[in-house]
């Protein structure tokens, strides 16, 4: 690119980033803010020495050990990503990268059939046992 392109699209760069900067906060305090509307009064309830029912344990167990599955599949998929990007046409490296992220998927796939069948298990048993 020639170096007036390149001083014009910096210049826009910076004004853009400088309007969005002085904006954004009028426009924040603008907004009908009602921390009910965001679930901010909502608190977490950890039911650490309560008596709590062995199935409802064992639902929130399955259910996070599923959602780190799922935090790990991610990360290989975008890892796959960074890899692809960074191959720099080097093919070997772009089948690893290809192969990294349909792993990925394929992982994503087993993490959510294995989410729908817990869930449907689940349900099936609190009906039948309730």
Do not use: C, H
Not at 113 to 123: D, L, Q, R
Request: hydrophobic share 55%; proline share 1%; net charge positive.
């Amino acid at each position: 690119m020639s170096k007036n392109l390149t001083k014009k699209l910096g210049a826009a760069a910076i004004t853009l980033s400088l309007a969005f900067l002085l904006v954004s906060p009028i426009i924040a305090s603008a907004a009908n803010f009602n921390a009910n509307n965001y679930g901010l009064n909502n608190t977490f309830n950890i039911s650490i020495g309560t008596n709590s029912d062995l199935k409802g344990t064992i639902v929130q167990i399955i259910n996070i050990i599923l959602g780190f599955l799922g935090i790990i599949a991610v990360i290989i998929i975008l890892a796959g990503g960074f890899k692809w990007m960074t191959a720099g046409g080097n093919e070997e490296k772009v089948g690893e990268a290809r192969k990294m992220i349909v792993q990925g998927l394929i992982g994503l796939a087993v993490i959510f059939g294995a989410w729908a069948i817990t869930a449907f298990v689940i349900n099936q048993l609190a009906t039948v046992t309730a």
